[in-house]
């Protein structure tokens, strides 16, 4: 069993940045791709971006060039750098971790899922 845990959420004014962390437990790490989602109120759950366990990513249009996804398998962390940030990007950001995923942009892909943290980007 695998145990996620965001953090590094917060309020933030357009065109600034933060670094989500996401630090797992129960498993072994590397093995696992991590995924990032997130939802906005009224929104379903959308795909941000994926790290599989070999370290390569992938990034939904509407991030990429401004989100960096990396990890850190010596402290069983993935890291979500967010750049640029824009209100539209405003949400509760999870992490989200599987060994295989067949749909990496589907929730449904994984099975382990963290609380979530809320990213709030004022104008």
């Known amino acids: 069993q695998v145990q996620l845990v965001e953090s590094g959420g917060g309020l933030v004014q357009a065109g600034g940045s933060l670094r989500l962390s996401c630090s797992a437990s129960?498993?072994?790490?590397?093995?696992?791709?991590m995924g990032w989602f997130r939802q906005a109120p009224g929104k379903e759950r959308e795909f941000v971006g994926i790290?599989?366990?070999?370290?390569?990513?992938r990034y939904a249009d509407s991030v990429k060039g401004r989100f960096t996804i990396s990890r850190d398998n010596a402290k069983n962390t993935v890291y979500l750098q967010m750049n640029s940030l824009k209100p539209e990007d405003t949400a509760v950001y999870y992490c989200?971790?599987?060994?295989?995923?067949?749909?990496?942009?589907?929730?449904?892909?994984?099975?382990?899922w963290g609380q979530g943290t809320q990213v709030t980007v004022s104008s």
């Open positions: 989200a971790a599987d060994k295989t995923i067949v749909v990496f942009s589907r929730p449904t892909s994984y099975d382990y």
């Open positions: 129960g498993g072994t790490f590397s093995s696992y791709a």
């Open positions: 790290s599989w366990s070999g370290g390569v990513t």
